[in-house]
């Protein structure tokens, strides 16, 4: 059984520049979030694909956007990168559907540094 | 609107003593409860879960936590604590109606240990 493994583990871009981090989600799992985690920070909800659909979304400006693929791995997309974008962004996977108890297996994140 | 909190920011224990680290909601119907760790620079890993039925519940490396409906609390308990406990906390709830089982994490709670 594979675990939740992100890409890159850290990159550094500039402000208005775009970035796509990527996400494999562990195995038999059919549903990713995405957080967002400032230094000293909570996990912030950022969205949640079910089945490569959006199943939820926090309170996310649309230049946040995702994508999940048959496989269920996923992407996180940010355009016009700010300042305050930088930050650990965490990657979960879980059982959604019926069953779900919202119970995350996280990956290990990737740090974004926007200069 | 549903919340969770962690109302302390550090806690500091000596190596050996004990620990409660503590949690509290705020949801119209008990949720799923969770409590997760983090090492610096890592994901988080899953060290417990209440979903129903008995209030104490055991996880991983020698944690506990109490379900406390009257308090609407659930909170961390380890007898004696170790150095490799040093890291930060966080508690987090899912709704259990909805259908979207998506997390909300509290800010967390910094372990420091000293020997």
């Known amino acids: 059984e594979t675990g939740v493994t992100q890409s890159p583990t850290h990159l550094i871009k500039t402000r208005g520049q775009q970035v796509t981090l990527r996400c494999s989600s562990q195995s038999g799992h059919n549903t990713v979030s995405w957080y967002q985690q400032a230094l000293g920070q909570g996990p912030q909800f950022i969205f949640q694909y079910y089945r490569e659909e959006e199943n939820g979304r926090g309170n996310f400006p649309p230049r946040f956007s995702g994508l999940q693929f048959p496989n269920y791995s996923s992407e996180l997309n940010v355009n016009a990168l700010e300042l305050d974008d930088s930050a650990l962004y965490l990657c979960?996977?879980?059982?959604?559907?019926?069953?779900?108890?919202?119970?995350?297996?996280f990956g290990e994140g990737s740090r974004l540094t926007v200069l | 609107a549903q919340s969770v909190t962690q109302p302390d920011i550090h806690i500091t224990v000596s190596e050996g003593a004990s620990l409660e680290l503590r949690c509290n909601y705020s949801?119209?119907?008990?949720?799923?409860l969770f409590w997760y760790v983090q090492s610096p620079g890592q994901g988080l890993q899953l060290l417990l879960k209440y979903f129903s039925g008995d209030t104490l519940v055991q996880g991983i490396k020698g944690f506990e936590a109490e379900f406390k409906r009257s308090q609407s609390s659930f909170n961390l308990r380890k007898p004696s604590v170790h150095w490799s406990d040093a890291a930060e906390y966080f508690c987090a709830a899912v709704p259990t109606s909805g259908g979207s089982y998506i997390p909300t994490f509290g800010r967390g709670t910094s372990l420091i240990v000293h020997p």
């Open positions: 979960a996977s879980s059982l959604g559907g019926r069953t779900g108890t919202g119970e995350l297996f």
């Open positions: 949801y119209g119907a008990t949720p799923y």
